[in-house]
């Protein structure tokens, strides 16, 4: 008889979340959201009503083959269309369920170029359908996902490792740290013409980061090409942080030496670090981080689950911070 040991960041196939449950929209987590923290700056967008149907990034590499070492059976996603129409992209409204309309209304996403650039040997703008050729194709793998707001999903990728975007670049010995940036776009881009935060959005990783084997580049999910709502067509994948570390319409890769400001630390610094590991330990300073709300799971109010450390990658990344003040270094 076969007994198996379910791995430390595995979820049961009860904590996947209904489709139908969708309709009933999650409630807000613990305190206020960030969407709620905006708006009390007078910053907030107006929810729309309609869905219209989605626009598909046409990216190549088509159907990915299914890396089992990260799928295992036992870890059931969260379904599709939850996954493409409850997220965070304020380019295209504060709420959740604005983006899949208003990244939906014309906005081209090929053809798309992503730059190579900063202190690496190979600087380069690439078409994403050749860089997805360069670095050997796609893969699918399926990762816990978890956001600084307290909700959590389970999220099938499909793309290709950072580690072979950072060595296409090769970047030098003073590189320390990667930047990614954002498109900018606010003729196309409706949030980009407020001053919901500050534009273009930046994020970052150390180099020894980009390099882990989890760090991926999201071209897709569910074997099909990202939804511009979720960020086509490069999107940043780190499942042992917060969601926001994860760049969406990513148009610039830089290789620099000091570490670079990302938006939502330059937004509230107190609030939001560089690292922003997921860590059950440190709260965030208006909510908890202990547990979490697996959106869909048990009704309207959603069943929460113990958060765990680097959101169950523990095993994998713990070392890459050793001797760190987590709580100083959130």
């Known amino acids: 008889m076969l007994i198996r040991s379910p791995k430390s960041w595995e979820l049961p196939e009860s904590a996947a979340t209904p489709e139908a449950d969708y309709a009933q929209r999650p409630r807000s987590d613990a305190g206020p959201a960030r969407r709620d923290f905006l708006k009390t700056l007078g910053l907030g967008l107006a929810a729309t009503s309609l869905l ?8 190549a590499g088509f159907p990915a083959k299914v890396n089992r070492a990260y799928r295992d059976p036992e870890l059931k996603p969260t379904p599709y269309e939850l996954i ?44 994403v359908n050749d860089l997805i050729a360069k670095v050997g194709g796609l893969e699918q793998r399926v990762y816990r996902f978890r956001c600084v707001e307290a909700w959590s999903m389970v999220i099938p990728w499909d793309g290709f490792p950072l580690a072979k975007l950072v060595a296409l670049a090769d970047p030098t010995e003073d590189a320390k740290y990667v930047k990614f940036t954002t ?36 071209t897709g999910i569910y074997g099909r090409a990202i939804p511009n709502q979720n960020g086509a067509p490069l999107r940043l994948v780190v499942p042992w942080k917060y969601g926001f570390k994860g760049i969406k319409s990513i148009v610039k890769v830089e290789f620099v030496a000091k570490q670079p ?21 440190v709260d965030h300073p208006r909510w908890s981080q ?31 911070y050793q001797g760190m003040d987590l709580a100083k270094f959130y």
Request: contains cysteine.
């Open 183 to 218: 498109v900018l776009d606010p003729k196309n881009i409706p949030g980009q013409r407020t001053g919901t935060l500050d534009w273009p959005y930046v994020e970052g990783l150390r180099l020894d980061e980009a390099r882990h084997d989890l760090a991926f580049i999201a």
């Open 261 to 281: 400001r990302n938006t939502w630390n330059v937004m509230a610094a107190r609030e939001y670090g560089f690292f922003a590991n997921v860590n059950p330990k």
């Open 52 to 59: 219209p149907p989605a626009l598909r990034a046409a990216t």
């Open 84 to 127: 493409t129409s409850y997220n965070n992209f304020y380019e295209f409204g504060t709420d959740k369920s604005d983006p899949v309309e208003a990244a939906n209304k014309g906005w081209k996403t090929e053809p798309w170029t992503v730059e190579l650039a900063g202190l690496c040997r190979n600087p380069a703008k690439i078409d």
């Open 290 to 320: 202990a547990s979490e709300r697996v959106i869909g799971a048990g009704g309207a109010l959603g069943r929460r689950q113990r958060t765990l450390m680097f959101n169950g990658y523990e095993k994998e990344v713990a070392a890459l």
